[in-house]
């Protein structure tokens, strides 16, 4: 004998099962928000790092929305997608730690020349004229994040806007500025005895 709460989940999934209907957007996100959370939680072991990658997927299916929608909004989908995300944050974060770790170990550069200076000075210029000529609001999600290190959540409480709002500003705020430096920037070269 089901109880009566089992058989009210097997008929809600029976209905679900045979609804023509693609779940919607909303009903989606409702649906299942707190427990990818939950499930991607696990992996990355914070809650504030779990909502961002949960709601930064959901920002990413809905900005490229489409006739794929039906199968995109499923809850398999949508738990190998949050997954994906959770690992490559993982693996983000292995990659920055190796990075300071080996610049903690490293030495100090040597004072600087007046030719470093001068070139540190120019550099300064173009990325300060780079920031003024973004658009006002990724302008100033781009200077409340760098410059005074608020959070997105912060950011958005000051100015007003959602957090969807500021991290889509945030991310073309970012996009634009590498296009706008990639000419001064110079790329590491990596020794082929280095590499592997």
């Not at 470093?116 to 999600?141: H, K, N, S, T, Y």
């Amino acid at each position: 004998m089901l109880d009566s709460r089992m058989h009210s989940r097997l008929a809600t999934s029976e209905r679900r099962a045979t609804s023509p209907t693609p779940p919607t957007w909303e009903s989606a996100f409702r649906s299942y928000y707190i427990e990818l959370c939950e499930y991607v939680l696990r992996f990355v072991g914070s809650a504030e790092a779990a909502q961002d990658l949960v709601q930064d997927l959901f920002l990413r299916l809905w900005d490229s929305r489409g006739p794929r929608d039906a199968t995109r909004l499923t809850r398999p989908y949508l738990y190998v997608a949050a997954r994906n995300r959770a690992l490559k944050y993982l693996r983000h974060r292995r990659v920055v730690a190796a990075w300071v770790a080996r610049a903690a170990r490293e030495e100090p550069p040597g004072s600087d020349t007046p030719e470093d200076l001068c070139l540190c000075g120019e550099l300064d210029d173009v990325v300060q004229r780079a920031i003024a000529d973004l658009p006002a609001r990724c302008r100033a999600v781009f200077v409340l994040r760098r410059r005074e290190q608020l959070s997105y959540r912060e950011i958005a409480t000051r100015l007003g806007v959602s957090l969807g709002t500021v991290k889509s500003q945030m991310w073309r705020a970012t996009l634009r500025l590498r296009e706008e430096l990639a000419p001064y920037v110079s790329h590491p070269v990596i020794s082929a005895d280095r590499v592997g």
